[in-house]
Every structure is written in structure tokens, then in C-alpha cells.
């Protein structure tokens, strides 16, 4: 049984937390897409951990976890990570050896590119993942599996750096000195080589086990379905999970879609729904909305229906959980928006040039005190009637409704 975690919007939506409630139920966790630009948070017993490359599995004691053959790793982030959990930690983490690798010059690459774009940047994390998956689809990347022969990386890094010298010169980045980077790569092998595996062999041996893949980023920064070029620079979507990992999609089971109770974006790039104004500030400081990677303010604004729909249909959601419930506490109206307009135009698709696009809002009742409930009956009923709203209008049923950060905030309907 294999089951998808998948994030609606532009990220953030809480799928860690829900990846970690969920992982006492799975033998095995994998990320199959992303790196380091995630930031997934999990709660437990009042203590926080971020984790931006191990999978949200991680702090259950039985799950395996796999970093798949999607992945873009940065050896040093996950070095710390694994730091930072004990080495026992390896005993329950596998590497792709068929993952690309960030290596420094990506990030620099990152961080150059946005500098040129100016007032047209991306606003990416400025962790390498673009020019990393660049090199990927450019066919010169280099694969996790490549850290266990390091004369013949060492080789081809030489050709790599050649090859694109003037490009480095034009936006001033040094070509490393290849004898300290044979030190480092030597130390990633002592560290990481045991972990490196075929982890397509694995899924595969083991596909009759439970399987959760965890998605990162979200399907509006999908890469063709998102709303290019403010996007990342992966599939984030449930196809996503599947290629990055080497599931075959006939084995998938459920797809489960994580959204916000409103909606958040971090970096630039069209949102409809964002409330510029106090409600925005509102949320922003009651849902605590600032990156968990980069410590940015995250953009705020309301529930969009006709985005979520297009999410649910692309990634083939079975039920959604809606998170952060309890952020809205306290707010007299709340808002939907239902469909867009544009130039005079009704619109009820989510549509691939947002140009000039309106919300058209529904307004709603407000609630006070869904914060820690656990249980569908003691919500207050407006909070009640604004779940069951966008139940209808998206057409999924909403099986999980967050409260709170920690683990037991969840109503399970
Ligand atoms: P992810 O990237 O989808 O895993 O989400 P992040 O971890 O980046 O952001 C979600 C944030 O909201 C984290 O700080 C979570 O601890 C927090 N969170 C998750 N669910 C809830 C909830 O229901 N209520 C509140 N108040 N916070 C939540
Ligand atoms: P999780 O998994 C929210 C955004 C960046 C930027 C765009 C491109 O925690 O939900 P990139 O560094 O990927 O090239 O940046 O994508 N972005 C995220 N926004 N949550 C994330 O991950 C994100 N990962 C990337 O802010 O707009
Ligand atoms: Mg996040």
C-alpha cells in the first residue's frame, strides 16, 4: 500500500505535521522530491524540530526512511541533520544513488541569478535547487551513488568546471580548488557512503510494505503546473512523488492533500487572495506565518477554492486535511474566494496566466476558540459550517482538521 502526502497550495500547508501523525501507520517514509528549500515542521511533546531533507518519519521509532532518487541533496545539510538526530539515525535512512547533488557552486549559481533578475526575481530559498536540477535535465549532474568512487568524480567534476568556466567568470563565482573539494567529498563518503543505495531496489522489495511519500514544496510551485516561472524547480505533484521515487503508479493507494484553512506564499509571483490589508497582518501574526527555512514573512491572505479544486484534480486527492483551523479564531467574517474574474469575465478554472485576475469572495461567520479541539462535535458550529463550505465546494471530503501544531491537534472525521 502506497499512500501520497501532497501540499495544495505554495507550501507550508503543514504536511510534516501531518506526515509525522500519520507515520506510526507506515513501515517506510520517502521524500521524492525537493531538497533543502523545505522546511517541514513536526511538534512533539512540545519540543519543535525542522527538518528541511529527512523525511517527517523520522521521529517515529519505526519508520524507515528513504531520500529518493528525486531529491536534490546537499551532502553538508544532510550531514547536520543526521548530526543533529544521532548517528543512530542512519540505521533508518537510505540514500538514492540516483539523486542529484547541490554542491556549493549551485547555491552561488542560485543566489547570482536572482541578484541579476532584480525586481524580477524568483525569491527562491537560494539553496541551489534550480541550477541543480538545471544540470540534472543538462545531463551533467552529478548522483549521490558518484560519492563512491571519488577519482572518477574528481574526474568529471575537473570536465564540469572546464566546461563551464565562462559562464562562473560572467557571474563571478570561483572555480573551487580541487584539492580541498577531494577533502570534502572524501569526508561526505565517510560519512554518507553506507547510506547510498539503489532505493529503487528497495521500494521495489519492499513494495507489499506501508509506503508513505512525502511530498515538499506544492502543486501552485509545481514546475509545470504551477504558476511558472515563480515556481521551484520540481514536480511536486502526486506524478512527482511517483517518478521521484520509482513507485510504479498502479501500487498507489490514497492521496491525501494538505491545505491551509487560507493560504500562504513565500517569495514572489501571483496570489490572488492576498490581503494586503489588517486581516492579512492578522494572520500572519496569529498562524505565526514566517519561513521555516529562510525566516521570511509569508505572504497571507484567504481560502482560494478555485486553486484547491485545481489542486485536488491534479493530484487525485481522496481527502484533504485542512490545517491551521485555530488561526482563524477571533475573526468576525471570514472569506472564500469561489471563482475569479477577469476583465468583466467570470472565471471558475485556475488558469495558466493569472494576469489582471480578481477574487470574487464569499464571506462567512466567524469563529472564536477551535484552538487544541479535538474532537469534529466541539468545534464551534461556524467553524463547522466553514469546513463543510469548502467540503462542497471542492468536492473532497476533508477527513483531517488541524488546531494546533502538536501532534494531538487533529480531528480525525
Ligand atoms: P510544511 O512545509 O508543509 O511541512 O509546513 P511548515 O512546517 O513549513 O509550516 C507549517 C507551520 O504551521 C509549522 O510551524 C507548524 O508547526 C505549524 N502548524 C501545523 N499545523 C498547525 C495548526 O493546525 N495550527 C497552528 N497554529 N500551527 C500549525
Ligand atoms: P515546503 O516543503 C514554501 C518557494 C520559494 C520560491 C520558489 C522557488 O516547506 O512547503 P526554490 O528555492 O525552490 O528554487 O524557490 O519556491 N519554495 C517554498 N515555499 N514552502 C516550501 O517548501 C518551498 N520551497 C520552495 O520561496 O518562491
Ligand atoms: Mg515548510
Given at each position: 500500500m502506497v499512500d501520497v502526502i501532497v501540499g495544495l497550495q505554495w507550501g507550508d500547508e503543514g504536511k510534516g505535521k501531518i506526515v509525522d501523525l500519520k507515520a506510526k501507520n507506515y513501515d517506510i517514509v520517502v521524500r521524492s522530491q525537493g531538497g533543502h528549500n523545505a522546511g517541514h515542521t513536526v511538534v512533539v511533546d512540545g519540543k519543535k524540530y525542522a527538518l528541511h531533507l529527512l523525511p517527517s518519519g523520522v521521529l517515529n521509532p519505526n519508520a524507515m526512511n528513504v531520500i529518493g532518487n528525486g531529491v536534490v541533496v546537499y551532502p553538508p545539510q544532510l550531514i547536520k541533520e543526521i548530526k543533529n538526530f544521532g548517528h543512530d539515525i542512519k540505521n533508518k535512512l537510505l540514500v538514492s544513488d540516483k539523486a542529484h547533488m547541490i554542491l556549493d557552486h549551485h547555491i552561488k549559481i542560485d543566489q547570482a541569478r536572482e541578484k541579476l533578475r532584480g525586481k524580477n526575481k524568483i525569491g527562491t530559498t537560494g539553496r541551489g535547487i534550480g541550477p541543480a536540477y538545471a544540470d540534472k535535465i543538462a545531463r551533467i549532474g552529478i548522483r549521490m551513488g558518484e560519492l563512491k568512487d571519488l577519482d572518477s568524480l574528481i574526474e568529471r567534476l575537473e570536465h564540469y568546471y572546464e566546461m563551464n568556466k565562462g559562464y562562473f567568470k560572467y557571474l563571478d563565482i570561483e572555480i573551487p580548488d580541487m584539492k580541498k573539494l577531494r577533502e570534502e567529498l572524501q569526508n561526505w563518503q565517510e560519512e554518507l557512503s553506507e547510506i547510498i543505495v539503489d532505493t529503487t531496489k528497495y521500494l521495489w522489495d519492499n513494495i507489499d510494505k506501508n509506503i508513505l511519500l512525502e511530498g515538499a514544496q506544492a502543486t501552485l510551485l509545481d514546475i509545470d503546473h504551477g504558476t511558472y516561472p515563480y515556481v521551484t524547480s520540481s514536480n511536486t505533484i502526486t506524478s512527482g512523488a511517483l517518478t521521484g521515487s520509482g513507485i510504479p503508479p498502479k501500487k498507489l493507494n490514497k492521496v491525501i492533500g494538505i491545505a491551509k484553512a487560507y493560504t500562504t506564499r513565500v517569495g514572489n509571483g501571483p496570489f490572488p487572495?492576498?490581503?494586503?490589508?489588517v486581516d492579512g497582518d492578522k494572520i500572519r501574526k496569529q498562524g505565526a506565518e514566517y519561513g521555516t527555512t529562510t525566516g521570511r514573512p509569508r505572504r497571507c491572505g484567504w481560502f482560494d477554492v478555485v486553486a484547491a479544486k485545481y489542486a485536488v484534480t491534479l493530484n487525485s486527492c481522496d481527502e484533504v486535511a485542512v490545517m491551521k483551523l485555530d488561526v482563524l479564531d477571533g475573526f468576525e467574517r471570514v472569506k472564500v474566494c469561489v471563482a475569479y474574474e477577469r476583465d468583466g469575465e467570470r472565471i471558475d478554472y485556475f488558469p495558466s496566466n493569472l494576469e489582471r485576475i480578481k477574487p470574487i469572495y464569499v464571506e462567512l461567520d466567524g469563529w472564536d476558540k477551535s484552538a487544541h479541539v479535538r474532537k469534529w462535535e466541539d468545534l464551534p458550529s461556524n467553524a463547522k459550517k466553514y469546513i463543510e463550505f469548502i467540503e462542497e465546494k471542492i468536492g473532497v471530503k476533508v477527513k483531517y482538521i488541524s488546531t494546533g501544531a502538536e501532534r494531538d491537534a487533529t480531528i480525525i472525521r
Open positions: 487572495t492576498e490581503d494586503l490589508g
